[in-house]
């Protein structure tokens, strides 16, 4: 990853601990809802936490081409960079 | 930005719903000045959109459509973000003699692929000409569409560019008036067809009869224009007895469900509806900060429907927001299926929720629902929440499976008739055959009994389950679980039972063909990645050996079977990562 993105990729890291009982390593390639267990509502809560964080709305359109964590931190920078 | 448009109109007199079509209701509300408000998930004023505006665009899109020369009655797929642009179009749609048919939105993360795939068969199984999606989502539009030869996909900005053709007849009173995808299951998905007599008749009840609806009534409301909760109650029947409504949108009503009581509380709504998902939602997230800012003595209805109405949620919410001015006799259960476009009963206003509690082992044994002894234990017995009678000109029946009319107290399943029962699916007569009597009632598929006039709803459509106030079909969970390397067509049951909590734990069978645990053990993970991904929920994953899943006679899963040989420990759950993971949370 980037730099720049490194930062925003640690703090997600820890926004989704709560839903990863099984300890597993994240990583960018992490399949947020294959990998973790995130149903539909904790994924709301995650993604109310992320806006909250960095002041921002994640439209729907892009909440559904989100897979892996490497995709969050990358709609998180690109929409707060554009902000 | 000014303030929303008004409660009631200055001058304008109210009229309560007397119109033939909603192009004659909206004529009239166009004199006054009540109209839909759009709110931000921060409770920012975003646009408002006074019935007269609302006219003036729609009436200039209807040119525009009807300049494509299209055949009277083409479908138009719109997809229903709450905005002015999805209401412009779909009574665009109206003027123009053209069927709007509403889609949804994807609401998972990951979700892409499988939205894709199910609005592509909505708009196939509609035979959309026109698709129209707001830039945000024509992207996924197109995708879905790319195969449908001819289709026009464009955004509300590109229609409002088109040449405007003069000459357009709005849809008469004999007419049809929307398509509604939210029944069957997204691989099989069926359009109700909704004629302007059904959505007329079936918006008046409920104005003069389910709601009582008066001039200074207002509406606030999250609900998804794609169901009939949000488009018949909070689009048409405002628009019929020219109120106001104050809209929240669906995912942000998720996010910050709060944002819907605040809403209420400073527009003073008073007419406002939810599963019983939506109040315990808010309940859970209320600090008592929160609580103190709120006024909630204004909300007159707060209606329940699209799940079974449990009653703790409710005494929950009433108790908790009990500070805010919160009436609990502002509750009010209601039943209702798209099929009747939307209404079928409402309980009595102004009263407390009404439970009939019975003996659980007697309605198992017997089929008849008998009043628990008042020192039964609560594990004995269950609360049914009684749901109203019929409004007028509507008929309710309960029957058994070999069609004979039940009694009161005798639990069977539910069938109606009247002047808001739809005609049919689109174009699919085998379905309509299939919930339709040689007497000429629709059965809803769902379970019930009468109690002094009154419907109690025991159990809804056989297969469906309902989590977080979304309806999954088992369908579109084993259809997902398919698509995995290594299990074929036919080796997957889905269905539901009641956890712990009171809530639903849905349970997937799977026949696989390997002894290998690693095998095994990645293969349950597999299935319960894809599931989550597919329909956001998380479920109990069982392996079974071939063949081993129950057929029905005419050689069709048997998912009520499958239910039961699992609750009677036929298949052994495996030691896997995903059951242990639903067993901590």
Redesign the interface.
């Known amino acids: 990853m980037q730099n720049d993105v490194e930062p925003i990729f640690q703090r997600t890291c820890a926004l989704l601990q709560p839903f990863n009982?099984?300890g597993i390593e994240i990583s960018p390639d992490t399949?947020?809802?294959?990998?973790l267990?995130?149903?539909?509502?904790a994924?709301?809560d995650l993604?109310?936490e992320v806006?909250d964080e960095y002041g921002i709305?994640l439209?729907?359109?892009l909440?559904?081409?989100?897979?892996t964590v490497g995709d969050l931190v990358r709609a998180i920078h690109q929409i707060a960079g554009a902000k | 930005m000014d303030s929303p448009t008004p409660a009631a109109n200055a001058s304008l007199r109210f009229r309560a719903g007397d119109f033939q079509t909603l192009a004659d209701a909206l004529d009239y509300a166009a004199r006054g000045e009540t109209g839909f408000n759009y709110y931000s998930v921060r409770g920012e004023l975003k646009t408002r959109l006074p019935y007269a505006e609302l006219r003036t665009s729609a009436l200039d899109l209807a040119g525009r459509l009807h300049g494509l020369e299209l055949e009277r009655g083409a479908r138009v797929a719109l997809v229903a973000e709450t905005s002015p642009d999805f209401h412009r179009l779909f009574f665009a749609c109206q003027y123009a003699g053209l069927i709007p048919v509403p889609m949804p939105l994807p609401m998972n993360l990951g979700g892409k692929d499988a939205y894709v795939r199910q609005i592509g068969r909505m708009m196939d199984s509609a035979s959309a000409s026109v698709a129209v999606a707001s830039s945000d989502f024509i992207g996924l539009v197109r995708e879905a569409g790319s195969e449908r030869a001819g289709m026009l996909m464009a955004t509300p900005e590109e229609i409002a560019e088109l040449p405007f053709r003069d000459g357009f007849v709005p849809f008469g009173p004999d007419e049809p008036c929307y398509i509604q995808y939210s029944s069957g299951s997204t691989s099989a998905p069926k359009g109700v067809f909704v004629s302007q007599s059904c959505a007329v008749n079936n918006t008046r009840s409920i104005i003069n009869h389910g709601l009582k609806i008066h001039q200074g009534d207002r509406c606030v409301s999250w609900l998804p224009l794609y169901h009939d909760m949000g488009l018949v109650g909070f689009c048409l029947t405002p628009l019929m007895s020219q109120m106001s409504v104050d809209y929240l949108g669906t995912a942000d009503f998720a996010r910050r469900p709060l944002g819907w009581l605040r809403l209420i509380s400073e527009n003073r709504g008073t007419l406002s509806f939810s599963p019983p998902f939506g109040y315990d939602l808010c309940q859970r997230r209320a600090s008592d900060s929160a609580i103190g800012e709120f006024d909630l003595s204004s909300w007159r209805v707060a209606g329940i429907g699209g799940d079974m109405v449990k009653v703790g949620v409710l005494e929950r919410f009433a108790e908790r927001f009990e500070a805010s001015g919160f009436r609990r006799s502002a509750f009010v259960a209601s039943y209702g299926l798209a099929e009747s476009t939307l209404a079928v009963s409402f309980a009595p206003l102004d009263g407390e929720i009404e439970t009939d509690r019975i003996d659980k082992r007697e309605l198992a044994r017997t089929g008849r629902t008998v009043p628990a002894a008042p020192d039964a234990p609560p594990e004995a017995t269950r609360s049914f929440v009684l749901c109203g009678r019929p409004m007028p000109g509507h008929q309710l029946e309960i029957r058994d499976d070999l069609g004979r009319t039940l009694g009161e107290r005798e639990v069977g399943r539910i069938l109606i008739k009247g002047p808001s029962v739809m005609e049919g699916y689109f174009e699919n007569p085998i379905a309509t055959a299939a919930i339709t009597t040689p007497d000429g009632w629709l059965d809803t598929g769902d379970l019930g009994y009468m109690l002094n006039g009154q419907l109690v709803v025991t159990g809804r459509s056989k297969d469906l389950i309902i989590c977080n106030g979304r309806n999954i079909w088992p369908q579109d969970i084993e259809w997902a679980i398919e698509r995995i390397d290594g299990i074929r067509r036919g080796d997957a049951a889905a269905f539901s039972v009641e956890s712990p909590d009171n809530g639903e734990q849905v349970v997937t069978i799977v026949q696989c063909r390997t002894g290998d645990p690693e095998r095994r053990e990645s293969l349950i993970r597999e299935i319960s990645a894809a599931v989550r991904t597919s329909t956001g929920v998380d479920c109990e994953v069982v392996l079974a050996p071939p063949r081993s899943l129950p057929l029905t006679s005419s050689g069709k899963l048997s998912r009520a079977a499958t239910k039961a040989k699992y609750l009677a420990g036929v298949f052994t759950p495996s030691p896997s990562v995903a059951t242990s993971a639903v067993a901590e949370s």
């Open positions: 009982p099984r399949d947020i809802t294959g990998d267990e995130i149903d539909s509502v994924v709301l993604i109310m806006e709305s439209p729907m359109n909440i559904s081409e989100i897979r």
